[in-house]
């Protein structure tokens, strides 16, 4: 299997790396039940009314509203690509929020301490008792 070579990030592309850069912040501060409300805010602001998903025009044509109105049209099919676990081209609101979350590994950091805590917790007193 050949290595895939990563390209250099467009300045658009760049553009929605940063927005999913907030993410962690958003959830520290409105929790999980809140961040899942923006999440789902967020998808219906880019989602074509009709057929209830994001689709390649609905996101040409909202993507300005959350500042990314700079992206090229095949930085656009990548997102969709990205996300698209169905194969239908287009993004349902599960994998809107699952690309969304999968984008933020800084939005994973917290519950990983947790676990190595509780890890951590469970080992000391296993080979202490």
């Not at 929790?31 to 989602?47: N, T, V, Y």
């Amino acid at each position: 299997m050949a290595a895939h070579q990563q390209q250099p990030q467009s300045q658009s592309q760049q553009q929605a790396v940063g927005f999913e850069d907030y993410l962690p912040v958003m959830a520290e501060r409105l929790g999980e039940e809140g961040l899942m409300e923006e999440l789902a805010a967020g998808f219906r602001l880019l989602m074509d009314p009709a057929s209830g998903l994001i689709t390649f025009d609905s996101l040409r044509r909202n993507a300005p509203l959350l500042g990314l109105g700079g992206m090229s049209d095949d930085d656009l099919r990548g997102m969709l690509a990205e996300g698209d676990f169905d194969g239908d081209g287009a993004l349902s609101q599960m994998e809107f929020c699952v690309l969304m979350v999968r984008l933020s590994p800084d939005l994973m950091d917290e519950p990983r301490r947790w676990l190595d805590d509780a890890v951590a917790q469970a080992s000391h007193f296993l080979f202490t008792s």
